[in-house]
Nanobody, 122 residues
Framework: QVQLVESGGGLVQAGGSLRLSCVASGSFARINVMGWYRQAPGKQRELVADINSAGSTNYADSVKGRFTISRDNAKNTVDLQMNSLKPEDTAVYYC????????????????WGQGTQVTVSS
């Protein structure tokens, strides 16, 4: 019973900014990696950015220098600050995380949010 709820999507002009937020709740003991994926029409879902429990981050080459991912472990949230948005950033953005159900090391599962639409107009 894990739920991820995204917010912050919307319509913005090219060059503008948006901040996406995701809150995780439910039955889990530890969150390992939290991240954001996106899927544009006609394209496969791709990793945008993720961040592990130690704070190490990964970014897609297409968003490096423009997007910043952050997490608050106490609040079980992950945010994506998106600056200098481009029309090609238009997609449905999905929050995702890998988590353990128990504190003792156990198999890790991946969970997904419902997605939030980001549209960048030119």
């Amino acid at each position: 019973q894990v739920q991820l709820v995204e917010s912050g999507g919307g319509l913005v002009q090219a060059g503008g900014s948006l901040r996406l937020s995701c809150v995780a709740s439910g039955s889990f003991a530890r969150i390992n990696v939290m991240g954001w994926y996106r899927q544009a029409p006609g394209k496969q879902r791709e990793l945008v950015a993720d961040i592990n429990s130690a704070g190490s981050t990964n970014y897609a080459d297409s968003v490096k220098g423009r997007f910043t991912i952050s997490r608050d472990n106490a609040k079980n949230t992950v945010d994506l600050q998106m600056n200098s948005l481009k029309p090609e950033d238009t997609a449905v953005y999905y929050c995702s995380m890998t988590a353990q159900k128990f504190v003792v090391p156990t198999p890790t599962y991946r969970y997904w949010g419902q997605g939030t639409q980001v549209t960048v107009s030119s």
